[in-house]
């Protein structure tokens, strides 16, 4: 069965740059969900998208934006890096505006220097 | 403030025996509970979940039970196997809020041969 994708799987940026986080959907999944999990840290919801809108809203910095496209790929763009944004990113979706299982991507793990 | 209150934070067992992991929540307005699993760099993976009209559910090995009115639910992993050795969260989320999930902090399971 078709998963989750995400790409790329690992980025090392430098302090200061802009990163691009891509997500796949599972097809037929209307509904992206992005979550950020630090070390040993519980996965923390940052945004979510339903049919191209943004659903819901987390503890998402301001230097982060995100977006979802016609094809319900989403991508998480995150700015003016820092040095605790090093973490795992993953993307989940789901179907049937999100009342049915979310199920996660590999994650992208980001490294900032 | 932690939303989902996960306990123990590790667990160690022998193979064989019964892990159980338990998790309490505030929010009376949660109305799904998920349990996922996750490997070191790898992403949740969804084990088993249960909504509150229901007290016990058991798939496989793994099995939910559910207290509503002590809003508490658990996991029991029966004929527990090394290859269970992972972290385990539990999590809970709104049916109203598209499905954001809100995770407990996670336990640490290891099971020796």
């Known amino acids: 069965a078709a998963g989750v994708i995400q790409s790329p799987r690992h980025l090392i940026k430098e302090k200061r740059e802009t990163a691009t986080l891509k997500c796949y959907p599972i097809?037929?999944?209307?509904?992206v969900y992005w979550y950020q999990q630090g070390p040993g840290q519980d996965p923390q919801f940052l945004i979510s998208f339903y049919e191209k809108m943004q659903s819901d809203k987390g503890s998402i910095p301001d230097r982060f934006s995100a977006q979802q496209f016609s094809d319900y790929h989403s991508e998480l763009n995150m700015s003016s890096l820092e040095l605790g944004d090093s973490a795992l990113y993953f993307c989940?979706?789901?179907?049937?505006?999100?009342?049915?299982?979310?199920?996660f991507g590999p994650g992208t793990r980001l490294t900032v220097l | 403030q932690q939303q989902v209150k996960q306990s123990p934070q590790s667990l160690i067992v022998q193979k064989g025996g019964i892990p159980i992991i338990n998790c309490a929540y505030e929010n009376t307005a949660f109305d799904y509970f998920p349990w996922y699993q996750q490997f070191p760099g790898k992403g949740p993976a969804l084990l088993i979940a249960?909504?509150?009209?229901?007290s016990e559910k058991k798939e496989g090995r793994f099995t939910i039970s559910f207290n509503k009115s002590a809003k508490q639910f658990s996991l029991h992993i029966m004929d527990s196997q090394p290859g269970d050795s992972a972290t385990y969260f539990c999590a809970a989320s709104e049916g109203t809020s598209y499905g954001k999930l809100t995770f407990g902090q996670g336990t640490i399971l290891t099971v020796h041969p």
């Open positions: 249960i909504r509150p009209d229901v």
């Open positions: 097809p037929r999944h209307d509904t």
């Open positions: 989940a979706s789901s179907s049937d505006r999100g009342q049915n299982e979310q199920f």
